[in-house]
Structure formats: structure tokens, C-alpha cells
């Protein structure tokens, strides 16, 4: 089906399929999933060529320095989460946890000022970056969810004003990721509205999202494999 497609995987743990398990042990601390979305799209498309650079914890100067040394001028499709970790977002909403509601807030809006003075530069530069080392690629920049299912309200854990201000530093963050990818003609692949169909945190068995996970802390606030097969797979699947 894909047979001339040469597809390369960057981007951060939404990408590399922290949350899903099944990681590859070659892969190291990168925690890259045999259940992440462009593992499954591979399986499914049989490209010409996959290479999975996607890794934990990856910042935009990570794409740069690391990441973008897998493309070429033969890459014609690439896929990427990028920028949640240049505005400590996950460890924001791990604090929101763990402390008051007034910290919450706070933190949140610290991050939200971030992403929207400075992230804009840093995804410039990693998004040039890309279409520097892979000028005849297609491009599709995906979006990070919402968290919480807002409407919920015997969830456990988190006041309201922490779960709705969460959902709306997510909404900052995908709005920069979104103005940047269409700066550079970059397609841009929202997962919101999949996930929001009963499938955040405080929709029980039906989550596709880990909360905060104290065993494991590296996976909360990350898809589960319910979330990378159907909220990642089909809206990359859409865009590719």
C-alpha cells in the first residue's frame, strides 16, 4: 500500500510510546513502544522504509542535535510530537498533584507564558531543521490531548479548577505547536476530539491516558496502548 513511502518517527515520548508498554530494549531510556502510533501505522503500510528516532523525554534542541540526522531528501513522510517538554509540562501537571490548587495554577500559567514567547522560536528552529534535511516530505505535526474529562465530577485527585486549568494550558500549548506548524507548511493532526470522546482521565476503564502513576512515574499523563491505536494511529492515518 505504501510501498514508495520512506516514513521517519521523531518527537518526544507521546511519539516514542511512552504509556503503551512493549518497549523495544535496544531502544534504551528512549522507551520506544512496538505499540506506538507510527509502529502501528508501519505494520499496517508496510512503507518502503521506517526508521523510529522518536525519544523520552525529547525537547525541540533534542530534534535538532539528535533527531533530524535520520531524515534525507529521500524521506517523503515524517511524523512528530515536540514541544511539551520545552515547557516542563508533564512535571507541571505531576505538581498539580502534589500541591495546592494556588501552585497548580500558578506553575500552569508559568508554562503557558513559555510556550507562547518562547516556544514559537524553538519549534522554528527544530521545524526548519526538518525541512532542511527532508525537503520532499509530508510532514504531520500531531497535537497532545486534553487530560480531563471536565464533566466528570467524582473524580479523585484534583479540584476542578486544577483539571479545567490543565486542560486549558494543553489547549495553549497545541494552539502554539498548531500557529508553527502552519508557518512552515507543515500538516497539522489534532488528537483532542478522539480523546475527548470519553476517553481522558476521570472516564474510568474507558481512558486512553495514564494519571499519575506512582509505580511508574515516567508513564503518567502519557497514552495507554488504547490511546496510541485509537486516538494516535487514526488521526495520524488521516494526515499521512
Known sequence: MAAAVRYVALGDSYSSGVGSGSYVA???SCDRSTLAYSQLWTNAN???????????GATTTDVVDNQVTALSPT?????ITIGGNDVNFAGVMQDCVLFSTSTCV???DAAENTARTRLPGWLDSAYSAIRS?????????LSYPR????????CIGLSSTDRSKINEGADVLDGVIQAAAQRHGFAFA???SRFAAGHEICDGSSSWLHSVDWTDLSQSYHPTAGG??????PTFSAAA
Open 147 to 154: 487530560f480531563y474529562d471536565t464533566s466528570v465530577w467524582w
Open 106 to 108: 500558578s506553575e500552569i
Open 228 to 233: 496510541q491505536s485509537g486516538g494516535y494511529l
Open 190 to 192: 489534532d488528537v483532542r
Open 75 to 79: 524521506t517523503t513522510l515524517v511524523s
Open 46 to 56: 508496510r512503507p518502503a522504509s521506517f526508521t523510529f528516532a522518536a525519544c523520552s
Open 133 to 141: 534535511h527532508a525537503p520532499n516530505a509530508r510532514v504531520v505535526v
Open 26 to 28: 535496544a531502544s534504551g
